[in-house]
């Protein structure tokens, strides 16, 4: 590893603690991140001569906070309004700050950081996209790329998310035990979202791949910050599994290649032993969420050797409490590919018909419900539900896949004329 | 005698290597131990998973307890360890330069001589 790469390294991982206090500082993200930059420029200079400091985060919030006070200044100078108004704290700048790093609320800052991303006036397209941009620093082309949109569409949209947390208000106070615990879960789900952004990418693996391995980033933070939270492990746990699959779930030519027809040597086992110890270790809480349940599920189909000894009746147990837990039609949806390999096909169609209300606009309902159809024999319904899926497929990986099933059931016709 | 290689680095910065980054680490650290286990001075090699994943119990009057995380917060995390037969303490050192050499940047690592040593076998390598 080369001295900038290394500067590199240890700038992106000193991001979310040293933005999070310098975003505590000066209370808007926009001086937080002018500030930041700053730091970094000066490290990038400074650094290979001198050596990295101690501690990179102290530095750098050390020396943003100087570099945003400085820029403060300048600009009261040319408009008359006192600085010291905007800031919060300045008379301890000369403070241990190495001390007060280990300090928890360090921990509240980064909680705050993350959380402001996630502000429920926000879509969830820009709650996502904000978070990589504000906390994992990923650049505005990176993010673009990813979401297939203009460079210049996103820096709007990005911008847009700004001004709309500016007008909303930061929170500031010190969150209570439930105030935390409410933000420790919008973060939470806001970081499955960036995985999912970057899962759902489809073939498409070089955009989704960095919104997935931020997110698996962003989880272990949060888990070194609330160590003893089982949710938090659990969505680490799941996270892990479903990214250790991502050589096998696309073949040469980017199509999409089913869980039970994946190569499981390509899984990755350093992954999956992390995940297992984690789920073990979250599930001694006797706390059973949401994710520790899809960790779980996940889990079976890892521990799994050959598709062929997957658990499918632990599998629809865990479907049925998340089912409880987390009522959704589209959990009953998953539960119903356990239903099939137990009870066959007829009694998940059973399970999903009621669903087709509200999930009629969902790719995966009328893939599913097509696939059960041709193995009860009722090709030309399955061949409706085939189409219906067809025209909700949002990656070109979708289509192909349902592509091959509409071939295969003409193929049946074909050759039932023949014959 | 017997000395442990601790080693000791930031957990952040190691989780952001890339995969490049950390083949590269892992196969310049490879060269080094298939060198000295060809002059049969190296023992048993172990990396640890990130502290995330580790629980301690905690000893006390009464009943232990358990608790989730590491077992101290640091900033820099005990991470692997090498187990050597060296001569002297020096030949310890010069092992230890070459595995700095091997992976660089920041870190540390902490040579100490054991006490007591039990190779087990057992185990099927990882």
Redesign the interface.
């Known amino acids: 590893?080369s001295e900038l790469?290394?500067i590199d390294?240890?700038l992106?991982?000193?991001r979310p603690q040293a933005m999070g206090a310098l975003l505590r500082y000066f209370r808007d993200l926009d001086l937080a991140e002018e500030a930041f930059q700053e730091a970094c420029l000066r490290a990038v200079r400074t650094w290979p001569d001198k050596g990295?400091p101690r501690?990179p985060v102290a530095w750098l919030i050390f020396v943003g906070r100087n570099s945003g006070i400085d820029s403060l200044r300048k600009r009261a100078r040319q408009e008359p309004l006192p600085p010291e108004e905007t800031l919060s704290d300045l008379e301890d700048v000369e403070g241990d700050l190495a001390e007060r790093l280990?300090g928890s609320h360090y921990r509240d800052d980064i909680l705050r950081l993350l959380f402001v991303c996630c502000h429920p006036e926000l879509p969830a397209t820009q709650q996502i996209a904000l978070a990589l941009r504000i906390v994992s620093g990923l650049s505005v082309h990176q993010i673009a790329r990813a979401f297939l949109v203009s460079e210049a569409a996103m820096e709007q949209r990005i911008t847009r998310a700004k001004a709309r947390i500016a007008a909303a208000g930061l929170p500031f106070e010190a969150p209570d035990a439930s105030a935390r615990a409410a933000r420790l879960g919008a973060v939470a789900a806001m970081i499955y979202l960036v995985f999912n952004e970057g899962y759902s990418a489809g073939g498409n693996q070089r955009a989704g791949t960095p919104f997935c391995e931020e997110a698996i980033?962003l989880c272990?933070l949060l888990?070194?910050l609330f160590?003893?939270e089982p949710e938090i492990?659990g969505l680490?746990a799941l996270l892990l599994l479903q990214h250790s699959r991502l050589k096998a779930r696309f073949d040469a030519g980017g199509g999409i290649v089913l869980l039970e027809d994946q190569d499981r040597s390509l899984w990755d086992q350093r992954m999956i032993?992390?995940a297992l110890?984690?789920i073990d270790?979250a599930l001694?809480h006797r706390a059973p969420g949401p994710y520790q349940i899809q960790a779980a599920i996940a889990a079976l189909h890892a521990r799994a050797k050959r598709s062929e000894e997957t658990d499918w009746e632990e599998i629809d147990l865990l479907y049925q409490s998340l089912e409880r837990l987390q009522p959704s039609p589209v959990v009953t949806l998953n539960r119903a590919v356990a239903v099939s390999r137990r009870q066959g096909a007829q009694a998940a169609l059973d399970l999903i018909e009621p669903l087709e209300d509200r999930l009629s606009g969902y790719f995966y309902f009328h893939g599913l419900r097509g696939g059960l159809l041709k193995q009860l024999g009722r090709n030309r319904e399955a061949h409706a539900a085939f189409e219906r899926a067809i025209a909700l497929a949002t990656t070109p990986a979708e289509a192909a896949h349902i592509r091959q099933h509409l071939d295969g059931l003409a193929r049946d016709v074909t050759a039932g004329t023949t014959l | 005698m017997l000395y442990a290689v601790l080693c000791y680095n930031?957990e952040?910065?190691v989780?952001?290597?890339s995969k490049e980054?950390e083949d590269?680490?892992m196969s310049d650290l490879a060269a080094v131990e298939r060198k000295h286990a060809a002059a049969g001075r190296l023992g048993p090699v172990a990396r640890l998973?990130?502290?995330?994943?580790a629980?301690t119990l905690r000893k006390a009057p009464g009943e232990s307890f358990?608790?989730?995380?590491p077992f101290a917060?640091t900033?820099e995390q005990f991470l692997g360890f090498f187990v050597i037969d060296m001569e002297t303490l020096d030949e310890a050192i010069a092992f230890a330069k070459e595995l700095a050499v091997a992976n660089?940047?920041?870190g540390a690592y902490e040579i100490r001589p054991l006490r007591v040593f039990k190779p087990g076998g057992a185990l099927d390598p990882?």
């Not at chain 2, 998973?49 to 994943?53: D, E, F, G, I």
């Not at chain 2, 358990?66 to 995380?69: I, L, Y």
């Open positions: 590893m790469s290394w390294l240890a992106s991982s000193a990295p501690d280990d980033r272990r888990l070194r160590p003893s492990m680490t032993r992390e110890a984690l270790k001694r | 930031s952040d910065a989780a952001a290597w980054e590269k680490v998973m990130p502290t995330t994943a629980t358990v608790v989730d995380g917060e900033k660089p940047g920041v990882l």
